[in-house]
T-cell receptor
């Protein structure tokens, strides 16, 4: 079956702009989580959506937001980009929750803010 | 959230077994133990998970201490493709969330 698809794979934006990243989970998966990965902070949880509802949110400013559609596809948005937002953004999907099942990760979107 | 402690790095020779340790002394009774790995330039990949009993799958084995305060991921025959960062993660089933808390992980080098 097709894996988790993230688009675009690479993105370059200017400070102050906003960006929207997309994640298509594996068919049948209802849970989608987003993570930010940087060399300094490692992998950090951003938020999780399940059946269109945000179930949990990490410790990130309000500039980071997300949503999930009825087909389980998810988007995350970052407004007023800062240089420190440069990172690899990863999306993971799972059938139920990632607690006791396998989470499948996409290859990520590499965002560079200049 | 319960914390895990892993060595920063380990080395192994190809085709030899590898034992990757993880300490989680504050684990609660409802925490699952997960292992993921991340190969260079890729997203993390699920390896194995367990609650109390030892677990085996096609990729690895997970040995969980009787008191559950530590666990060991066992790769039975390391290959060059197993060179990756390995993350030991706890998830709390009672919180009804899919949040995975990644630590710094163990970077495994496999020598030919």
């Amino acid at each position: 079956k097709a894996g988790v698809t993230q688009t675009p794979r690479y993105l370059i934006k200017t400070r102050g702009q906003q960006v929207t990243l997309s994640c298509s989970p594996i068919s049948g998966h209802r849970s989608v989580s987003w993570y930010q990965q940087t060399p300094g902070q490692g992998l950090q949880f951003l938020f999780e959506y399940f059946s269109e509802t945000q179930r949990n949110k990490g410790n990130f400013p309000g500039r980071f937001s997300g949503r999930q559609f009825s087909n389980s596809r998810s988007e995350m948005n970052v407004s007023t980009l800062e240089l420190g937002d440069s990172a690899l953004y990863l999306c993971a999907s799972s059938w139920g929750t990632a607690l006791n099942t396998e989470a499948f990760f996409g290859q990520g979107t590499r965002l560079t803010v200049v | 959230d319960a914390k895990t402690t892993q060595p920063n790095s380990m080395e192994s020779n190809e085709e030899e077994p590898v034992h990757l340790p993880c300490n989680h002394s504050t684990i609660s009774g409802t925490d699952y133990i997960h292992w993921y790995r991340q190969l260079p330039s890729q997203g993390p990949e699920y390896v194995i998970h367990g609650l109390t009993s030892n677990v085996n799958n096609r990729m690895a084995s997970l040995a969980i201490a009787e008191d559950r305060k530590s666990s060991t991921l066992i790769l039975h025959r390391a290959t060059l493709r197993d060179a990756a960062v390995y993350y030991c993660i706890l998830s709390r089933t009672s919180s009804n969330t899919g949040k995975l808390i990644f630590g710094q992980g163990t970077t495994l080098q496999v020598k030919p």
